[in-house]
């Protein structure tokens, strides 16, 4: 059954994403020295500042929406697969190059995976389906990124494997 589960998820799948937005707008304002309010369509804030005194590195909320937008996809994918989740955890670290222009070059990407009937086999199928087709912000990157996906997985008590 689990082997099912795992060869049959893009089964499931069916309408995944489909009511995603395809158009976004926001704001960036600059408030004074290098610190900017970024505000979303939906009036979500986020503050930016070049010193990282005020708030963060405009590059540190891409990097954490990658880690979110791999995050959704695995415990969608791992619920489909009936997989019962007490807990997921990203941590993530992006690398640039010293000189301009400074873009992410890699991404070392650790899952902390708990949960009853969890598998290898499913972990490293719904990473791969986030990676290949579903994850629109690692698709938003360079060609070149060099993406380390590791896992760490921890099987609640009564696991049926």
């Given amino acids: 059954m689990a082997e099912d589960e795992v060869q049959n998820v893009e089964e499931l799948l069916d309408g995944y994403k ?32 070049a010193n990282v005194e005020w708030g963060c590195q405009p590059s540190e909320p891409l990097m954490l929406s990658l880690g979110a937008c791999i995050a959704t996809d ?47 086999n499913k972990v490293q199928r719904a990473i791969s389906l986030s990676q290949d087709k579903y994850c629109g912000i690692y698709h938003s990157l360079r ?13 609640d008590a009564d696991v049926s494997e």
């Fill in 74 to 120: 695995c415990v969608m994918f791992l619920q489909k697969m009936k997989v019962q989740l007490s807990s997921f955890k990203v941590d993530i670290q992006g690398t640039k190059p010293e000189q301009p222009p400074q873009y992410f070059k890699q991404f070392d990407v650790m899952l902390h995976i708990s949960g009853k009937n969890l598998t290898e």
């Fill in 18 to 49: 489909s009511k995603v937005a395809t158009v976004f707008k926001g704001t960036v304002t600059w408030e004074k020295d290098f610190i900017f309010a970024g505000r979303t369509q939906k009036g979500y804030e986020i503050d930016f500042d």
């Fill in 143 to 155: 060609r070149d990124v060099v993406m380390n996906i590791k896992y760490e997985l921890k099987h």
